[in-house]
């Protein structure tokens, strides 16, 4: 049976929902069902999500397990009556932070600092990823800071966004096509940017399976494409001496930060 979670929140809930989903993947063997409550702001809302958490409690027969990021103590308390496992962020890391620094906390619901210079990078870098994506537009690459090559399905387009998101970094992808592995070579739009080139691979059993959902039973799906593909391309990595990365059990965040730990990309926001 999956074990039911509840992510909630007085905001939006992503910070809840990013605490939660890494401490949950330290039980990879188990599945959770899981449901995001944001804006849990009022007593009211708090009773409403009380009355969500015993329904599951009930249907399931155990308790489900509650993270929440709540500020304000009556909304919290009214949280902790659930028939739910309760781990609270603020009560578990402010009380410490509040006596190691010496300042009272400010207790703002939905409290979010907005950096003007910072969003604008982001919201940049996000326009970026989407107009240089899968090689629609090369001429832009010279404001690229890093340009993700692989083969079809591989994950780039995933991975650009999320380097535009967290990190502000402008980042293009280029599929290496089977006419471009055919030459055993990079494309003359590459070629001009080989220092910003950084390389995408993934195991042939998982391409071919990422394939089929898309295009099921097809020559482009098919088991021998996959491993010619990723052949050639790997050979291509090695003979331009570009480094690369095996993403085939990786997230999308890990694969972010371990391109940024490899190429010595430089975060354009905190």
Request: glycine share 6%; hydrophobic share 40%; net charge neutral.
């Amino acid at each position: 049976m999956n074990r039911s979670v509840f992510f909630i929140s007085d905001g939006t809930g992503i910070t809840a929902e990013t605490l939660g989903h890494s401490l949950l993947a330290q039980f990879g063997s188990l599945k959770f069902d899981q449901f995001t409550l944001p804006y849990v702001d009022s007593p009211e809302r708090a009773h409403d999500a009380v009355r969500k958490i015993n329904a599951v409690a009930a249907e399931d027969g155990v308790k489900p397990i509650i993270i929440d990021t709540i500020v304000d103590k009556t909304v919290r308390k009214i949280i902790a009556n659930a028939n739910g496992c309760m781990f609270d962020v603020f009560e578990t890391f402010v009380g410490k932070l509040e006596e190691e620094l010496g300042v009272k906390p400010n207790n703002t619901v939905g409290k979010h600092t907005v950096d003007t210079l910072a969003y604008k990078t982001r919201i940049d870098a996000v326009h970026f990823a989407l107009d240089n994506d899968d090689g629609a537009r090369t001429r832009h690459y010279d404001s690229a800071d890093v340009i993700l090559v692989g083969v079809s399905r591989s994950g780039k387009t995933p991975t650009c966004i999320y380097l535009a998101m967290q990190f502000g970094i402008r980042a293009a992808n280029y599929p290496l096509t089977e006419d471009d592995l055919d030459g055993e070579t990079l494309p003359k739009a590459l070629k001009e940017h080989k220092n910003k080139l950084f390389g995408l691979m993934i195991d042939a059993e998982r391409l071919t399976a990422i394939r089929n959902e898309r295009k099921a039973n097809s020559r482009y799906a098919s088991a021998q494409q996959c491993q010619q593909e990723l052949r050639a391309i790997e050979s291509i990595y090695r003979s331009e001496n570009l480094k690369y990365l095996n993403v085939s059990e990786m997230s999308v965040e890990e694969i972010a930060t371990r391109i940024i730990q490899m190429s010595g990309l430089k975060r354009r926001i905190n």
